[in-house]
Nanobody, 125 residues
Framework: VQLQASGGGWVQAGGSLRISCAASGRTFTDYVMAWFRQAPGKEREFVAGVRWTAGSTYYADSVKGRFTISRDRTKNTLYLQMNSLKPEDTAVYYC???????????????????WGQGTLVTVSS
């Protein structure tokens, strides 16, 4: 599995940004695709996830109502639409993938075996 993230950049607080992750290397039936982020000096944390086939979505409390995860199965591309951005959203954002994760495990980075290279999102106050 190859994952290629793109779309990061600089935005003012309150603004919006959409990042993408192009996936390739296999079909993703029964996969969970997710976004994680890591700020300087902090651990990598779950942001949002989606079951590739069923479309079920999951969000961290810190982004619920502001971020939307989606996927285009025809393009094998994962998206994260980020609205009402805050300075504390500043981080490197990584896309990740893993097959057949159960609910209790999809929140942990250790459950994912494929990672993209990361894209930096900077939110200024």
């Amino acid at each position: 599995v190859q994952l290629q993230a793109s779309g990061g950049g600089w935005v003012q607080a309150g603004g919006s940004l959409r990042i993408s992750c192009a996936a390739s290397g296999r079909t993703f039936t029964d996969y969970v695709m997710a976004w994680f982020r890591q700020a300087p000096g902090k651990e990598r944390e779950f942001v949002a996830g989606v079951r590739w086939t069923a479309g079920s979505t999951y969000y961290a409390d810190s982004v619920k109502g502001r971020f939307t995860i989606s996927r285009d199965r025809t393009k094998n591309t994962l998206y994260l639409q980020m609205n009402s951005l805050k300075p504390e959203d500043t981080a490197v954002y990584y896309c990740a993938a893993a097959p057949r994760l159960i609910y209790s495990t999809l929140w942990s980075p250790s459950s994912y075996d494929s990672w993209g290279q990361g894209t930096l999102v900077t939110v200024s106050s």
